[in-house]
């Protein structure tokens, strides 16, 4: 699958409650995460969308150029409700790459694999040491079905469903 039809994902519309600030803002080696993981995306995917909420004013300016943002208006609703505007964001793109904000250590490598494996499955989901990690990547059918779920319902229903 060619770069251009994958758009990529970042989930980063959370309070963070518990850490005090953002976790969009933490840094890794020096770069926010969500300013790091927009890079990484920009060089697998053909469009990177940020989907924010809370402190989205405070994460915007860590942001590169060139990045789309997306507002979860109800980013209480929790992570099916962000990923949920973020596919809507990402328009007609034959797959879409997602992952939380706070994976900001992954490497680029990571996402360029899951990146060219697009397209040979549904879902494409990496694992270490036999436990699953991100980026996800999924095709339009499984966007469909993610963005059909009720508020109740979590995007692993749909992952683990296609095992």
């Not at 300013?35 to 469009?47: F, I, K, T, Y």
């Amino acid at each position: 699958m060619n770069r251009a039809d994958i758009a990529g994902v970042i989930l980063a519309a959370g309070a963070s409650s518990r850490m005090g600030q953002p976790k969009a803002l933490l840094e890794y080696r020096g770069e926010a995460f969500v300013r790091r993981l927009a890079r990484v995306m920009h060089e697998a995917c053909g469009r990177v969308v940020i989907v924010l909420g809370y402190d989205a004013e405070r994460v915007r300016a860590a942001l590169p150029g060139g990045t789309e943002i997306a507002i979860n208006p109800q980013p209480e609703r929790g992570m099916l409700s962000s990923l949920q505007c973020g596919l809507r964001a990402a328009g007609d793109a034959d797959a879409v790459l997602f992952l939380p904000v706070d994976y900001g250590a992954v490497c680029g490598e990571s996402v360029a694999r899951v990146a060219t494996e697009a397209g040979t499955a549904e879902i494409v989901v990496p694992v270490f040491d036999g436990t699953h990690g991100h980026p996800v990547c999924v095709s339009r059918a499984i966007v469909e079905e993610l963005l059909a779920l009720p508020a109740t319902a979590q995007a692993r229903d749909v992952i683990h469903g296609h095992r």
